[in-house]
């Protein structure tokens, strides 16, 4: 069986699919299809690429813990939230926090009285030993007692400074502007130190992770421009700009490629899957617009409009090229004629000629 006999026995299933099984006969003469929005098969020069799977990641994203032991008494955000920085994000019971602060402010100022009086009395044996009423032992010993009080005023003043930083850990804050990715903990759960409280990243700071042969970094590098795919989103984004890391894996001969997604991308979110496609040269290309591209199990074709404006569907064999505009076709269509841009308007339209012509 011939791929031209397959082709029409596809298209005449389909077309019997698409009108349905309600057993009506097929006209006689198939009435001209209303016009199908289509566009001509170009060949037009195209950017070619050395393309790579990649995977979009934040370059700014933490994962906030706590500090202190304690219970969490205050959660202001969850998944999904928008944070600026200094926001706080959670508090922490610092009720036992607050008395330790309390405590070590006391010893301060026990600390502050002590060293007043060391001080008075240095002074004053000073004055005693000039008068030769005391020994130099003595002023000695006053002398030490002095440095002493310092010594000891200065370890309780940073004892104090320890214990109001370790308050300051019952308020977590976010460290910059960014969007809550993921909570790990409830209101009234016991927060212990270093348990994950909030993970978040900064949406205005993405970038693609691409894995490349290092053979291809060469050609990488010389050409310069770079775009990137997000299938999932059927979009296509300028880089702003590319980082090879200056190294490679020795096992599979490969190096990693950055590249800087625009500031502020809309919809894209780190995890999602992305190509990266890396410009090399520049060659003239027979292009179909994407969306005339009709994918059928091992099926590949596209619905040629003919001048009778009726559409037949036509075998194709795509190449590698691609842009966000079309995709390579090596065979199965001539430059100039036109493809339908709706595969299943067309096929509907193609349904009573198929019909009519299938095999008995």
Same mark, same amino acid.
């Given at each position: 069986?011939?791929?031209?006999?397959?082709?029409?026995?596809?298209?005449?299933?389909?077309?019997?699919?698409?009108?349905?099984?309600?057993?009506?006969?097929?006209?006689?003469?198939?009435?001209?299809?209303?016009?199908?929005?289509?566009?001509? =098969?170009?060949?037009?020069?195209?950017?070619?690429?050395?393309?790579?799977?990649?995977?979009? !990641?934040?370059?700014?994203?933490?994962?906030?813990?706590?500090?202190?032991?304690?219970?969490?008494?205050?959660?202001?955000?969850?998944?999904?939230?928008?944070?600026?920085?200094?926001?706080?994000?959670?508090?922490?019971?610092?009720?036992?926090?607050?008395?330790?602060?309390?405590?070590?402010?006391?010893?301060?100022?026990?600390?502050?009285?002590?060293?007043?009086?060391?001080r008075a009395q240095y002074e004053r044996s000073k004055q005693l030993f000039a008068q030769k009423f005391i020994s130099q032992a003595a002023l000695d010993k006053a002398e030490a007692d002095y440095k002493s009080a310092e010594s000891q005023m200065r370890a309780m003043l940073a004892g104090a400074?320890?214990?109001?930083?370790?308050?300051?850990?019952?308020?977590?804050?976010?460290?910059?502007?960014?969007?809550?990715?993921?909570?790990?903990?409830?209101? #009234?759960?016991?927060?212990?130190?270093?348990?994950?409280?909030?993970?978040?990243?900064?949406?205005?700071?993405?970038?693609?992770?691409?894995?490349?042969?290092?053979?291809?970094?060469?050609?990488?590098?010389?050409?310069?421009?770079?775009?990137?795919?997000?299938?999932?989103?059927?979009?296509?984004? !300028?880089?702003?700009?590319?980082?090879?890391?200056?190294?490679?894996?020795?096992?599979?001969?490969?190096?990693?490629?950055?590249?800087?997604?625009?500031?502020?991308?809309?919809?894209?979110?780190?995890?999602?899957?992305?190509?990266?496609?890396? =410009?090399?040269?520049?060659?003239?290309?027979?292009?179909?617009?994407?969306?005339?591209?009709?994918?059928?199990?091992?099926? =590949?074709?596209?619905?040629?409009?003919?001048?009778?404006?009726?559409?037949?569907?036509?075998?194709?064999?795509?190449?590698?090229?691609?842009?966000?505009?079309?995709?390579?076709?090596?065979? #199965?269509?001539?430059?100039?004629?036109?493809?339908?841009?709706?595969?299943?308007?067309?096929?509907?339209?193609?349904?009573?000629?198929?019909?009519?012509?299938?095999?008995?």
């Amino acid at each position: 069986m011939t791929t031209e006999r397959i082709v029409r026995i596809f298209a005449a299933a389909f077309a019997i699919a698409l009108a349905g099984c309600g057993g009506a006969k097929a006209p006689a003469a198939p009435p001209v299809p209303a016009a199908l929005a289509s566009a001509p =098969v170009e060949l037009r020069e195209v950017e070619l690429t050395r393309s790579a799977e990649a995977v979009v !990641e934040a370059v700014r994203q933490s994962t906030v813990s706590s500090q202190i032991a304690g219970r969490i008494v205050d959660l202001r955000f969850d998944v999904g939230d928008r944070v600026k920085k200094g926001d706080v994000i959670a508090r922490i019971d610092e009720r036992a926090a607050t008395q330790a602060l309390a405590a070590s402010e006391a010893q301060v100022r026990s600390a502050e009285a002590s060293l007043a009086n060391a001080r008075a009395q240095y002074e004053r044996s000073k004055q005693l030993f000039a008068q030769k009423f005391i020994s130099q032992a003595a002023l000695d010993k006053a002398e030490a007692d002095y440095k002493s009080a310092e010594s000891q005023m200065r370890a309780m003043l940073a004892g104090a400074g320890q214990a109001a930083t370790e308050r300051s850990f019952a308020t977590i804050v976010a460290p910059y502007s960014g969007v809550v990715s993921a909570r790990y903990v409830q209101l #009234g759960e016991m927060a212990t130190p270093g348990k994950p409280i909030m993970t978040g990243f900064d949406p205005s700071t993405l970038r693609v992770t691409a894995t490349v042969a290092s053979s291809d970094i060469a050609a990488i590098q010389s050409g310069g421009k770079v775009r990137v795919e997000i299938p999932a989103l059927a979009r296509w984004i !300028e880089a702003r700009g590319v980082t090879i890391v200056p190294s490679a894996d020795p096992r599979t001969h490969s190096t990693e490629v950055r590249i800087d997604l625009p500031e502020d991308v809309q919809g894209v979110v780190p995890g999602i899957f992305a190509r990266a496609h890396f =410009v090399v040269g520049r060659a003239p290309r027979l292009m179909v617009p994407r969306q005339a591209v009709l994918h059928r199990s091992e099926l =590949v074709a596209v619905y040629v409009v003919g001048a009778d404006a009726r559409p037949q569907l036509r075998q194709v064999r795509l190449g590698s090229v691609s842009d966000e505009r079309g995709i390579e076709v090596l065979a #199965g269509v001539q430059p100039g004629e036109r493809v339908a841009l709706d595969p299943v308007k067309a096929g509907m339209a193609a349904a009573p000629a198929a019909i009519a012509s299938a095999p008995s």
